[in-house]
C-alpha cells in the first residue's frame, strides 16, 4: 500500500522527502483521494497496518491473527486498485499487458 501511494505521488509530478515518507504518503493519499467514507476509512487502515508494521518491524513480541493478515490483504488489493484508477486518469497511456 505504501509503495502504491508513493506511485501516485509520483505519477502527479511530486517527490516526498526522505524522512517521514510513510505518514506523508498517507495524509497526501488521504487529501488526494478525498473524504469519501468508504475511502477515509480505508486509508485510516492504511496507517493502522503502517503502525503495526513499525512495531512488527522493530518491536518484540507482537503477532497478527491469519484473519487480520487476510483482512490486510483483502484493504490492499482494494486500495492498489483505487490508486491505479487515479493514475490511469492521470496518466493517460496504452497498456502493456
Do not use: D, W
Not at 505518514?23 to 469519501?36: M, Q, R, V
Not at 522493530?58 to 482494494?78: D, M
Request: proline fraction near 1%; glycine fraction near 8%.
Amino acid at each position: 500500500m505504501l509503495l502504491a501511494g508513493r506511485a501516485l505521488i509520483f505519477s502527479l509530478g511530486y517527490k516526498p522527502r526522505t524522512i517521514g515518507t510513510h505518514t506523508i504518503t498517507i495524509k497526501f493519499c488521504e487529501s488526494y483521494l478525498g473524504l469519501g467514507a468508504s475511502l477515509k476509512v480505508l486509508v485510516k487502515k492504511f496507517e493502522k497496518m503502517k503502525r503495526k508494521r513499525n512495531y512488527l518491524i522493530y518491536g518484540i513480541g507482537l503477532t497478527i491473527s491469519s484473519t487480520e493478515a487476510e483482512n490486510a490483504i483483502k484493504n490492499a488489493k482494494q486500495f492498489l486498485k483505487i490508486i491505479e484508477e487515479k493514475i490511469n486518469q492521470i496518466r493517460k497511456q496504452k497498456k502493456l499487458i
